[in-house]
């Protein structure tokens, strides 16, 4: 890959092969499209979250139309009470399943995220707006850890008075979890640390910063140091493995190590950063990100030089060579996050 310091250097190829008319497509067979396996809500979500992001940078009619599609997948995606259908085929049919509460946080993050971005049209802030009233009824019905924390994270967009309070009542619930598993060494919200991480403590984070409560402050601040201490080695980010994960009293699983941890956990760097001003967190963030470029446990760069494209996982083997949508959503999330920051640390 060219030099990243610019996103017009980095290619983009991958991201649009793997979008279609009908959005992100879920798996590649390497760097090709796997249409037989459909597209996920998740992935649509977390696309739409890049491509604004994106857009924000590249005010491009390319990019602007990667918001259009995005922001259409979750419209059909949505159900009438609100929440959202996952998983469609690849004939746009989503086979009878019963809504996951993990998607329907990722779905609310992305809208809240799009509506309140100031770049964006009129008329895609006017569409999400009305697929998040539809989604609010639901917030305080939800019970997975996850998609609580994805919810805050997405409503501290929207800095509204209704909203603060569903924020302030669902981070006092992850206090809650928090109390029940902390013990001893383990400050944690559960028994062990699976997928997905970092938004716990990154949204207690946020949460703090609308509530100005100390206990949200300190269980995120808290639980984030716990979560470094398991994920970082010698100088380097090294996430929990999917294959057997970290139960309490245990060792961790050694691999395989997903891209969406390295952006997600430099998310919540990034949040205790601008809470709190410490520039530690900042470099935390950039080791996170350095991940994909080979500061990893195999010396080993994320990044197809072919497609612009992103390597599903680091292996024991190695690398596992396909390039998933959740997988090259991720990378551009935080390359052009990080890159945000370290363009305002130069004009300083």
Same mark, same amino acid.
């Given at each position: 890959?060219?030099?990243? *310091?610019?996103?017009k250097?980095l290619k983009?190829d991958?991201?649009?092969r793997?979008?279609?008319?009908?959005?992100?497509l879920?798996?590649s067979?390497y760097?090709?499209?796997?249409?037989?396996m459909g597209?996920t809500?998740?992935d649509?979500a977390? /696309?739409?979250?890049m491509?604004?992001?994106?857009?924000g940078q590249r005010?491009?009619?390319?990019?602007e139309?990667?918001i259009?599609?995005?922001l259409s997948f979750?419209?059909?995606?949505?159900n009438?009470?609100?929440?959202?259908?996952?998983?469609m085929?690849?004939n746009?049919?989503?086979?009878?399943?019963?809504?996951?509460?993990?998607?329907f946080?990722?779905c609310?993050?992305?809208l809240?995220?799009a509506?309140?971005?100031?770049?964006i049209?009129?008329?895609?802030?006017k569409a /999400?707006?009305v697929l998040?009233?539809?989604?609010l009824?639901?917030?305080?019905k939800?019970?997975?850890?996850r998609?609580?924390a994805?919810v805050?994270i997405g409503?501290?967009?929207?800095?509204?008075?209704?909203?603060n309070?569903?924020?302030?009542?669902?981070?006092d619930?992850?206090?809650d979890?928090?109390?029940h598993y902390k013990?001893?060494?383990?400050?944690?919200?559960?028994?062990?640390?699976?997928y997905c991480?970092?938004?716990?403590?990154?949204?207690?984070?946020a949460a703090?910063?609308?509530?100005?409560?100390?206990q949200?402050r300190?269980?995120g601040?808290?639980?984030?140091k716990f979560?470094?201490s398991?994920t970082?080695r *010698?100088g380097?980010?090294k996430p929990?493995?999917?294959?057997g994960?970290?139960y309490?009293?245990n060792?961790?699983a050694?691999?395989?190590?997903?891209?969406v941890?390295?952006?997600?956990?430099?998310l919540?760097?990034?949040?205790?950063?601008g809470?709190?001003?410490?520039?530690d967190y900042?470099?935390?963030?950039?080791?996170?990100?350095s991940?994909?470029r080979g500061?990893n446990s195999?010396?080993?760069s994320?990044i197809?030089?072919?497609?612009?494209?992103?390597?599903d996982?680091?292996?024991?083997?190695?690398?596992n060579l396909?390039?998933g949508?959740e997988?090259i959503?991720?990378?551009w999330?935080a390359?052009l996050e990080?890159?945000?920051?370290?363009?305002?640390?130069?004009q300083k």
């Amino acid at each position: 890959m060219t030099k990243d *310091n610019n996103p017009k250097t980095l290619k983009t190829d991958h991201i649009f092969r793997m979008t279609d008319d009908t959005g992100m497509l879920q798996h590649s067979l390497y760097g090709i499209p796997n249409r037989s396996m459909g597209y996920t809500s998740d992935d649509n979500a977390r /696309a739409l979250i890049m491509a604004v992001k994106f857009y924000g940078q590249r005010r491009e009619k390319p990019i602007e139309r990667l918001i259009t599609k995005y922001l259409s997948f979750l419209c059909y995606a949505q159900n009438p009470d609100g929440t959202f259908n996952n998983f469609m085929a690849y004939n746009r049919e989503f086979p009878k399943e019963e809504s996951s509460e993990d998607c329907f946080g990722r779905c609310l993050w992305a809208l809240c995220y799009a509506y309140s971005d100031p770049m964006i049209s009129q008329n895609v802030k006017k569409a /999400a707006r009305v697929l998040i009233e539809k989604a609010l009824p639901n917030c305080m019905k939800l019970i997975s850890p996850r998609a609580i924390a994805y919810v805050i994270i997405g409503l501290k967009c929207l800095n509204q008075e209704k909203t603060n309070t569903y924020i302030a009542t669902l981070a006092d619930t992850l206090t809650d979890h928090y109390a029940h598993y902390k013990d001893g060494e383990w400050h944690w919200f559960e028994d062990s640390l699976t997928y997905c991480n970092a938004t716990l403590p990154w949204a207690m984070i946020a949460a703090y910063c609308v509530t100005k409560v100390e206990q949200h402050r300190q269980v995120g601040f808290e639980s984030l140091k716990f979560l470094e201490s398991k994920t970082f080695r *010698n100088g380097y980010f090294k996430p929990i493995g999917c294959k057997g994960w970290l139960y309490k009293g245990n060792d961790p699983a050694e691999f395989d190590e997903q891209p969406v941890e390295a952006c997600e956990t430099m998310l919540a760097f990034l949040e205790a950063y601008g809470s709190s001003g410490n520039k530690d967190y900042l470099e935390r963030a950039k080791t996170c990100y350095s991940w994909y470029r080979g500061k990893n446990s195999k010396g080993l760069s994320l990044i197809d030089n072919e497609t612009g494209g992103c390597y599903d996982a680091i292996t024991a083997e190695g690398l596992n060579l396909n390039q998933g949508a959740e997988s090259i959503v991720s990378f551009w999330i935080a390359y052009l996050e990080i890159k945000k920051y370290e363009n305002k640390e130069k004009q300083k």
